[in-house]
């Protein structure tokens, strides 16, 4: 299986011209801050799976705002008896994605796995997806064409 990351639509269209064997997997940032919608549509259309990292910020994210301090996250966590951090996983799970939450301790490891047993309402994933303003915080300018 091949797997890419940071890839656009663009990037996919170009390798899948040529490729033989299309991307299982392209792993990207996305959070409520940035929601893919394009770019997730063509992946479900193409059988490739959009893994999410970033879900609950990164560390310029946590300086610049919290992911689990915006009202709609609030709300949800509130109504549902859950943390910040669970409902961002399960509305990026919800959207399709697979994601890739990084902990080193085991309390939040196990908080993380929380996200099974409770779903988002239409109207909460709504409001969580409208916090959406295109911004990057892990990957800024990283573009794949200009790596080597």
């Not at 996983?89 to 890739?100: D, E, N, T």
């Amino acid at each position: 299986a091949i797997g890419v990351t940071n890839y656009s639509v663009r990037h996919l269209k170009q390798l899948m011209k040529t490729c033989k064997i299309k991307p299982m997997i392209n792993q990207v940032e996305f959070h409520p801050r940035l929601v893919q919608k394009e770019l997730l549509e063509f992946c479900q259309k193409h059988g490739i799976v959009l893994q999410a990292y970033a879900s609950l910020g990164s560390g310029d994210a946590s300086q610049a705002e919290s992911f689990f301090s915006f009202p709609p996250v609030k709300a949800a966590a509130k109504a549902h008896g859950k943390t910040g951090a669970q409902v961002l996983l399960r509305w990026a799970m919800q959207k399709g994605c697979h994601v890739v939450p990084k902990s080193v301790r085991p309390e939040r490891m196990k908080e993380n796995a929380g996200v099974f047993n409770f779903k988002l309402s239409s109207a909460e994933m709504k409001a969580i997806d409208a916090l959406h303003t295109g911004t990057r915080y892990a990957w800024k300018g990283l573009d794949p064409d200009t790596v080597e």
